[in-house]
């Protein structure tokens, strides 16, 4: 049983498995390929950060080619007209709340100022580290900075997010900027 969806960049779906006889689902965002390959229309990518002690990504870990998994519908709030017409998008993220803005950061348009704030405990946290490197060589209006919480001296940027931190950064005002903000529940209301 075969079925093909396109998600709109900056939807998630849910991924839904019976693991030792519970039924177990997460939320995922599917990334686009910020290398500027182009991807055939069935595939989904996802970037999934596999814990060993996790409830599903252990058999996630798994799949292999051909594998069935049973995938929702796509949701959520977020549309790609929210990035029109800004002169400034700021991204801030926390670890896997990454894939959001990876699925849209493509969509942003050349003539869009764009500060990636990449919160993380660790460099090894620090994911698709050098393709975003990559990305920025290639795209002048884009900015990233890692900023880690356990790791001094990896960064001149330490600690959790913060106002006094924010503020070193978003230093434009006005309607026509946008803030997207991804990452577990007490980075985004810090945020």
């Known amino acids: ?21 519970m039924e177990i689902t997460r939320s995922y965002t599917p990334v686009q390929i910020i290398t500027g390959e182009k991807r055939q ?3 989904i990518d ?23 998994v049973e995938i929702s519908d796509y949701t959520g709030d977020f549309t790609l007209d929210k990035l029109h017409g800004k002169s400034t998008i ?27 704030l ?11 580290g050098e393709e975003l490197e990559r990305f920025a060589q290639s ?11 356990n790791e001094d001296g990896a960064s001149e940027l330490t600690g959790r997010i913060r106002l006094d931190l924010l503020e070193r950064f978003i230093l434009d005002k006005g309607d026509d ?8 529940k007490g980075f985004v209301q810090t945020a």
């Open 41 to 43: 229309e069935a595939v």
């Open 90 to 116: 700021y991204l801030l993220a926390a670890g896997t709340g990454i894939t959001p803005m990876l699925s849209i950061l493509p969509e942003i348009g050349e003539t869009t100022k764009i500060c990636l």
């Open 46 to 68: 996802f970037l999934i950060k596999i814990y060993p002690d996790g409830a599903l990504t252990p058999k996630l870990d798994l799949l292999q080619p051909g594998d069935d």
């Open 118 to 128: 990449n919160f993380n405990k660790t460099t090894q946290d620090v994911i698709w």
């Open 139 to 149: 795209h002048n209006n884009f900015k990233s900075y890692n900023i880690f919480s």
């Open 177 to 184: 900027i946008l803030a997207c903000v991804c990452g577990p």
């Open 1 to 21: 049983n075969q079925s093909h969806m396109k998600i709109p960049p900056g939807q998630h779906v849910h991924i839904r498995d019976n693991i030792e006889g």
